[in-house]
């Protein structure tokens, strides 16, 4: 007997199967937050060297603030100080003839600096002066967070194969929630990286965890939707998160007031069910039972109850040993399971840095950080809706496949688009985020559906371990237009191919049984 014979008698898409969904949501709405955060925390205002100490010439005192930006600030090629430098000393016969300047000696800012806080109220950057010469440090604290969250999925999937679904999604509410917090009071640098490193490490159990829970509990007819649901979360996140960042420009508070969420998840966990695939699978069978009778009941299927046996669900898995305990080796263990494992790998690689590739290479839309934010996770809306027709229609590889060769075509046509057109390589490029989203909300319900349930949640981990490396790769493939200007939109284009082709070689999940053992993947698929 199979697990999905027993959802079609309690009814696999009922009142049980919509708290679950809407739990799910609740929890993961702070995680695109988090992954954004950098955007407006790490944000750089507009700066130039603090001048202040000068104030003791009682020359450059009784000078107005322009004026003394005029003598003490060389003037950058578009016309705005230097964020950099300063003149080693005041050079008041500018005031009268400011256009020779090249002979004058000038040195880096001698003690710190000055920013504009008309935007942001205080980011990390103007808390410890994260500009000029340690501008490196700005930028490591999206690479370290990612690191963070690269290795918490690889963790989390093997945990909660172990350890079952639900007390692994307690765990990473409530130790994501506290690293998070604490970030927000870190006093130093490297206080915050370290805890921002953690906070990356344990929210990323929430979205490996609640993903495949969602998927194990309900019907073949219904998987789809539940994917693309748990996608457009992350859309309904950013889209929200615009606000709130507009609202909280504190870099402190606007931790706390993305982090905040996770105390409703943490309080609506109680309700939340184990998997009764994952109980089974490892010979949990009265526990199993249990939660089958809840979701009976409350699916007003009681009269079902009496199908859900011990020795009933003794049949499912009688393949293999329930009481082994599965690793990442597994995946590898198998002929079958080793080529599907260096698949999807290269695909969520491919998919992740794809999508990231061409988020943070969008410009021209002359809009704030706050409009563009919202304006990209609006553009996210319409594909991922699209996806949800097309699951069915063409089924998850042919979506997976022209998704990501639709993207790497609009990357390929912003290569021979003139730089000048701006607006035309805004709209190709706008199309282009479309499809690659598209791809990312197919890749996660494909996946999940291809991994049998003794591995899946091992085989996500895994999976995630590979979209945050395609995800920390994106910026450097972005700084190779020093190289050739067209070179990472070149690069960006054969990563989204060469996951359409990957893709391609995948089996097609449609209308079909999920997987429960390995045996089943080496026999049947």
Request: with cysteine; proline share 3%; aromatic share 12%.
């Amino acid at each position: 007997m199979k697990f999905e014979n027993i959802l079609a008698d309690i009814n696999g898409f009922g009142r049980f199967q919509i708290m679950i969904i809407v739990i799910s949501f609740i929890g993961r709405f702070t995680l695109p937050c988090h992954f954004m955060l950098n955007n407006f925390i790490a944000a750089v205002p507009s700066h130039h060297c603090d001048i202040s100490f000068l104030d003791d010439e009682d020359t450059f005192k009784n000078l107005s603030p322009a004026d003394r930006l005029v003598v003490s600030i060389p003037v950058q090629q578009d016309g705005t100080p230097s964020s950099c430098w300063m003149f080693e000393e005041p050079q008041y016969h500018l005031l009268l003839n400011s256009s020779n300047i090249t002979e004058l000696h000038t040195v880096q800012c001698q003690n710190g600096w000055v920013y504009n806080n008309s935007t942001f109220k205080s980011t990390l950057t103007s808390e410890w002066d994260l500009v000029c010469d340690r501008r490196g440090k700005n930028k490591a604290t999206a690479t370290i967070f990612f690191i963070g969250v690269m290795f918490g999925a690889m963790t989390f999937g093997s945990l909660s194969d172990r350890f079952g679904r639900r007390i692994m999604l307690l765990v990473s509410y409530v130790t994501g929630m506290l690293f998070a917090i604490a970030s927000a009071f870190s006093t130093s640098y490297v206080m915050f990286v370290v805890l921002r490193f953690f906070t990356g490490f344990c929210i990323t159990g929430i979205v490996i965890v609640s993903a495949v829970l969602s998927v194990e509990w309900v019907d073949v007819e219904h998987r789809k939707l539940v994917g693309v649901i748990d996608s457009l979360s992350w859309t309904f996140g950013n889209t929200v998160f615009a606000l709130i960042a507009y609202l909280v420009n504190d870099w402190r508070w606007l931790v706390v007031s993305v982090t905040s969420p996770l105390v409703l998840g943490i309080i609506t966990w109680r309700w939340m069910p184990e998997s009764a695939r994952w109980l089974i699978a490892n010979g949990k069978l009265v526990q199993a039972q249990a939660y089958l009778n809840r979701c009976a009941k409350m699916n007003r299927r009681e009269d079902s109850t009496d199908t859900l046996n011990i020795e009933t669900l003794s049949t499912i898995v009688v393949t293999e040993k329930t009481d082994r305990t599965y690793s990442y080796l597994d995946l590898i263990r198998t002929p079958k399971m080793r080529r599907l494992a260096l698949r999807t790998g290269i695909l969520w690689f491919c998919v992740a840095n794809a999508f990231y590739g061409i988020s943070f290479n969008i410009t021209g839309f002359g809009l704030n950080i706050y409009l563009t934010q919202f304006t990209y996770a609006l553009v996210e809306l319409p594909a991922k809706v699209s996806v949800y027709y097309l699951l069915d229609k063409i089924g998850r590889r042919r979506t997976e496949v022209g998704s990501l060769l639709l993207a790497a075509l609009c990357l390929g046509i912003n290569i021979v688009v003139p730089k000048d057109m701006s607006v035309a390589r805004t709209v190709v490029a706008v199309i282009g985020k479309g499809f690659s989203s598209a791809s990312f909300g197919t890749v996660v319900l494909y996946s999940s559906e291809l991994y049998p349930t003794v591995v899946r949640q091992n085989g996500m981990g895994y999976n995630s371990f590979m979209a945050r490396l395609g995800v920390a790769v994106a910026p450097l493939i972005l700084l190779l237009d020093e190289v050739w200007r067209d070179l990472p939109q070149l690069v960006l284009c054969c990563v989204a191919l060469l996951g359409g082709l990957v893709a391609s070689t995948l089996s097609e999940t449609r209308n079909r049984f999920l997987p429960e053992t390995i045996e089943d993947i080496e026999k049947h698929w």
